[in-house]
């Protein structure tokens, strides 16, 4: 009877440790972490010891193999439990172990919600569950009662076993506690065990849970799930940033021409399934009287970020205004540029910026996933390539250079943060080298030199009169505009003196056929009108998938195309454009320069020879330079002094010709007649072409599109110089024909022969 009563024991005790040992059980019941997180990738986490949790989970693994082989082996029943008692004590410290480490884990400082956050949650969470509330597969058992033996362990992790040892809900083990051994008063329905009294929220009793009793063997995690339903949801901050990503890439592959703005914000918004990725949107409108009539304010804000506004006398017109301007800034700019617009409109309130965490955990991803490589090509596409993947936005901004050799210079940001330069004689070249010194300082530098870098996408000054263009790209998606030539042309003319309110379209013939987004862009700048293109595919997957192109003019949607590539697209949406504008405003038709001298070389040096014959002074009116010359001709000065009048002529002049003079005129009359052009407000510049350098002056950029279209009405034949004027619009809304227009632009005519067309709507760009 004693051998038996031993053996009972010791199979109990076999019983129980094979539970305690299982690698799928911890302290109270709770599942095991595994041992790599959700990414697969193993947990780096240490213990207050020091021991890496690799380390650990050996330890664990290596006492399970010891209690086997003890329990099979051939010793003694007092050799066995004494060993078997050192391998349980062993194991429950490891477990310990792992559980504290769990729980750091749990409970860290979140970079999102700053210092000692994890702390705070934790304390937080070791109130309980909420009072009179217990896990739901123990709610229907009476107060103080817990489930009959028969049931066996219900939400503990024991073995699937009739009947259990008498153990309570509290113990280690896990096992419900039997018949008569329910919660006490004070606690929830199978609530944790509390033996602090009181009637108030910090403590037990029947009103509140203590913090300080809290039996960590609870089968709860910090969620208040139970572990038998659902395993504890990941925690996670999704920033501002990446939601606002998220969304216009969420508008651009739903895009339908057949919805209103409103319609497709709404619709994009609702179709949302990831409760993380959620987006807010809060349209407010206020009402103003007075003596005039009643006017209504409308201001949207997406995620608290103030994207758009507009007045009028209708609030749906005004609402739907709002929209529209919200859609064209949530297509054509980028995150950075829309949180600068939110900044400039409230300059009250706090600025945003691009979370810190955000901005490094987006480099952290370029920089793991980049391959080591010296080959240029490599390092460009697979830049290009990862930002695609990984949704970094890549914007380079074209800089005028200082110096001849250098003549562009780009600067490449990923999302907020600047990552290189370079410089070149052309946009690839500069764009190019600024890819190659972004890979080097990637490499070089630590995540945190880049983040802090005092340049940042989200204060560039977008008006710089030196910048050239602005272009976000990427494999699937591609923003581009006509700013640069913009900027340069508000920079040379006198807005206050320009009344522009209707629209010409400047189209080039010539020797190559016009490109239609050559011609919408020098049409935009001379109208002082802001292109913007947006090209973008949904399918991210494939090379040769459709791209759809998106045009805009001042904010408008004016044409969308799709084609097989990022050209096909582009050519069709800017041919539509242009279609749309020829049967809409005035044109003129414009040829290219050839570049034949309006005076020869020969006139001039006979000019020269006659002005030196006359013994006529001319120290005192020629630079310096020419004097103390030595390797210069002797008829330079001479041959300066004509051009100076010449030019000096033609500056007082209203006129659309251009004078051209070459070719291989002296370097030295070239360098002062060009300066000569800045001080009369001519435009004068160098050209080469042909291997021979000429100078080319002209007056065109003194005109507006509109002033052109004035102007040739007045001349012969409605030409000067390289200008005729096609059709223009009536004031009665028709076109009328002036002038036969050469092949190339009859494509963009909706017919030929029609000498009285009506005019469309207007789109009204100049609003």
């Not at 073995?159 to 006490?184: K, N, V």
């Not at 490599?378 to 800089?399: A, E, K, N």
């Not at 989200?458 to 581009?480: A, C, M, P, T």
């Not at 002074?617 to 001479?638: C, H, M, S």
Request: proline fraction near 5%; hydrophobic fraction near 30%.
């Amino acid at each position: 009877m004693a051998l038996d009563s031993a053996m009972c024991s010791n199979v109990w005790l076999i019983v129980v440790a094979n539970v305690f040992l299982d690698p799928v059980f911890v302290v109270g019941g709770k599942k095991r972490v595994l041992d790599s997180n959700s990414d697969g990738n193993k947990r780096s986490k240490t213990s207050t010891t020091g021991m890496d949790v690799s380390t650990l989970n050996e330890m664990v693994k290596y006492n399970q193999q010891q209690f086997s082989t003890i329990t099979d082996s051939d010793l003694s029943i007092e050799e066995k439990q004494e060993k078997l008692k050192k391998v349980i004590e062993r194991q429950s410290m490891l477990l310990e172990m792992q559980s504290e480490m769990i729980k750091n884990e749990q409970y860290s400082d979140d970079p999102m919600e700053g210092k000692d956050s994890g702390s705070a949650r934790g304390s937080h969470m070791d109130r309980g569950p909420p009072m009179g509330r217990g896990p739901p597969k123990r709610m229907g058992h009476p107060m103080g009662m817990g489930p009959p033996m028969s049931m066996g362990p219900q939400m503990g992790r024991g073995p699937p076993m009739g009947r259990g040892p008498p153990m309570g809900r509290g113990s280690p083990m896990g096992f419900e506690p039997p018949m008569g051994m329910g919660p006490p008063m004070g606690r929830g329905m199978g609530g944790p065990p509390m033996m602090d009294g009181g009637m108030h929220r910090g403590g037990g009793g029947m009103m509140g849970l203590g913090a300080r009793d809290f039996r960590k063997g609870f089968n709860f995690n910090q969620h208040f799930m139970n572990y038998d339903d659902a395993p504890p949801p990941q925690s996670q901050n999704i920033s501002i940033e990446e939601k606002f990503m998220y969304f216009k890439d969420l508008l651009l592959d739903q895009f339908d021409p057949a919805l209103t703005c409103f319609q497709m914000i709404e619709k994009g918004r609702r179709s949302i399934d990831d409760v993380m990725m959620k987006v807010r949107t809060d349209y407010r409108f206020d009402r103003h009287d007075d003596q005039e009539g009643s006017e209504i304010h409308g201001k949207l804000k997406i995620l608290g970020v103030a994207i758009a506004k507009a007045c009028g006398s209708h609030e749906k017109m005004v609402r739907e205004e709002v929209f529209r301007r919200a859609l064209y800034i949530l297509h054509t700019k980028t995150v950075s540029e829309i949180l600068q617009i939110s900044n400039e409109e409230n300059e009250s309130e706090r600025p945003l910026k691009f979370v810190y965490s955000y901005s490094k955990q987006q480099l952290l991803k370029l920089y793991r996933k980049m391959p080591k490589t010296d080959n240029p090509r490599d390092i460009i596409r697979d830049l290009d390539f990862i930002c695609s993947m990984t949704g970094i936005q890549i914007t380079c901004v074209l800089y005028r250079g200082d110096t001849e050799e250098n003549k562009v210079k780009c600067d490449v940001y990923t999302d907020d943060c600047f990552l290189g330069s370079g410089e070149g004689l052309e946009r690839k070249e500069a764009i190019k080298k600024a890819y190659l010194n972004g890979y080097e300082r990637l490499r070089s530098k630590t995540l945190d030199e880049l983040v802090n870098d005092y340049k940042k996408l989200i204060v560039l000054n977008r008006q710089d009169s030196k910048i050239l263009d602005i272009l976000v790209k990427g494999r699937f998606y591609e923003v581009g505009s006509n700013i640069g030539g913009l900027i340069s042309k508000r920079a040379k003319e006198d807005q206050g003196s320009d009344g522009q309110n209707e629209v010409v379209v400047m189209i080039q013939t010539g020797e190559q056929e016009p490109v239609p987004y050559k011609v919408l862009e020098t049409t935009a700048t001379a109208n002082n009108l802001l292109v913007e293109y947006v090209l973008h595919s949904s399918d991210k997957v494939r090379d040769c998938k459709d791209f759809r192109c998106l045009m805009y003019i001042n904010g408008k949607l004016i044409s969308c195309s799709i084609g097989q590539n990022k050209p096909q697209a582009k050519f069709s949406a800017a041919e539509c454009a242009v279609r749309e504008l020829t049967c809409r405003y005035s044109l003129i038709e414009y040829i290219t320069r050839r570049y034949i001298a309006t005076t020869s070389n020969e006139d001039l040096i006979e000019m020269a020879m006659t002005l030196k014959r006359s013994g006529r002074d001319i120290k005192d009116e020629i630079p310096a330079e020419f004097i103390n010359n030595p390797t210069g001709d002797e008829l330079d000065p001479f041959i300066y002094r004509i051009l100076e009048n010449m030019i000096l002529d033609y500056s007082s002049l209203e006129t659309l010709e251009e004078l051209i003079f070459g070719p291989d005129l002296p370097d030295l009359v070239l360098e002062h007649l060009v300066k000569k052009c800045k001080e009369w407000n001519v435009d004068g510049n160098k050209r080469t072409t042909g291997g021979h350098n000429y100078l080319v002056m002209h007056k065109i950029k003194q005109f507006s599109a509109s002033q052109m279209c004035d102007y040739l009405l007045s001349q012969p034949s409605f030409t000067c110089g390289r200008y005729c004027l096609i059709h223009m619009r009536q004031p009665k809304g028709r076109l009328q024909f002036l002038n036969e227009c050469s092949s190339d632009i009859k494509r963009y005519m909706i017919s030929d022969d029609d000498d009285n067309r009506d005019i469309p709507d207007d789109l009204g760009l100049f609003d």
